[in-house]
């Protein structure tokens, strides 16, 4: 019946696996057709790869069913690998690292299931879209926003376990996260935090319950299933306002960087600055890769007469540097109608597909990219050397270097991309092939990346090896302890279950 099996499973072993995966769930929640199964590929990979494609889908709608899958995994010693809306493109998308894993689509579980407006939280399910909280913060009239990635079709649970970013002063996905519920690889339920005591009403606003806190374990691992979330939200401000500081001298990404770390750090801006070349940040109609200007997209928020104190104070320390123009956009808080730019609509949570369609333009449908992201100290000139290196390294495959620089207080995701044609296996190849390198080469500089692709996931965890990788070997402890049949994601990020070590 299905065509990728799993590593030492047997057609007729995986047949009965389906067969109990039907017989809890029902027919309409298994699909095994090539048809099915097609949608979930990576879709950013040649057309004719299979190395990272799936056997099954389960779309299990309640809690108790995604025990049960667990179970059944754990029964008839399948793989699963977990996705809430499996938008991770340029990750692998829903594609499971382990060829013939049973994919756990948990698209239908995807009601947000309470919202504070007093204590400024959400708790949501794992199908959850940045589309949906957004529209449902709007529809209840919540003077609430979320924080949101360039584009809204993902998942909040996906994209926060993953250390998603958003552009708002919440933009720190991962750091927003108050309370998890989680399904074990044994098929038994855990809540973190407060929510370990069945009577408390502080889940969602007090995170660190009573001894060690575990939340950071199932992110970006493969020790749980997350079904429920808890999420901080932004109380809407009385006044927005948009800015950009643009230049074109290369020479002044250094100052710019230094002054933009001054002002974060005393907390005049507040939100996650994003700092480009190529990605047509501040312009109306970018195209991507076509401009070497550089754009510097940041924001303020608060009451009208804070702000204007608070932008009076970042424009004079971004124009003293030579060549910086700033530019901005006043919105009142409460009529966001007339925010209409995507940059503009990131930075006060407003999602949609617009950078979806600038990045689709290279190939049209067909367009593929790989985004390379390693993570900096935030100085102005280590910012620079790493720009420097990134641009060297990509040059020796003559690819452009495009920059999307996430900023934090103390620290910088270097977003970059390069482009194939996802129907030309040698270009695809190619574009995979320097990857590998830039891995490699920023590694030997001090340079670990943040998140990577399904087929980097041993090539970059391999990077942080201090004492004999000391951190992998400890993430396998607990991968053997809480998963010893190795259902769960068998080598998310580079941690494998014992039985799969030798695949590393
Ligand atoms: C043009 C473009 C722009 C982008 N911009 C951004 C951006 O600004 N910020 C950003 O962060 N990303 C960005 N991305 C990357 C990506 O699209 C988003 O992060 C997206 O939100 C991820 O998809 P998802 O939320 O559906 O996650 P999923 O695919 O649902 O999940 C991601 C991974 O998390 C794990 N996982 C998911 N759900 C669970 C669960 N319930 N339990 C346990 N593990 C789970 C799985 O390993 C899964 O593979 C961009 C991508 C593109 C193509």
New binding site residues.
Partial sequence: MTTALPPGVSASEMDRAVEDFTAALGPAAVLTSEEDLREFRDPYAYVGWDEFIASAVVVPDTVEAVQEVVRIANRRRVPL??????????????APRVRGSVLVN?RQMNRVLEVSEELAYALVE?GV??FDLHDHLRAGGHRLWPSI???G???????T???????TPYGD?AAAVCGME?VLPNGDLLRTGMGAMTRSGCWQAYRWGYGPSVDGL?M???F????K?GVWLMPQPEVYLSCFAKFEDDATVEPLVDALRRLMLDGTIRNYPLLAQGVGVGEQEGEVGADNRWAMRFALYGPEEVVHAQYRVAEAALTAIPGVEVEKRWYAGDDLGAVTMHDDK?QCGIPGME??D??MEPYGEHTG?L?FSPVSQHTGREVVKVIELMRSLYGRHGIPYIAGL?MSPRSVLHISTSFYDTTDEAQTSSAYDAYAELVTGMAAEGYGLYRTNLRYMDLVAEQYDFNDHALRRFNETIKDALDPNGVL?PG?QGIWPRSMRQAR
């Fill in positions: 690998w977990t996705f809430g809306q499996g938008r991770n493109n340029t990750y692998g998308g829903p948990l794992p879209r940045f990635p360039d584009i079709w993902g998942s909040v649970v996906g994209n376990l993953e250390y998603g970013r958003g552009y996905h989680v199932f970006q691992s493969n749980g299933i997350v079904t979330m990131v950078l979806m600038r990045f990219h985004d996430i994601s998310k």
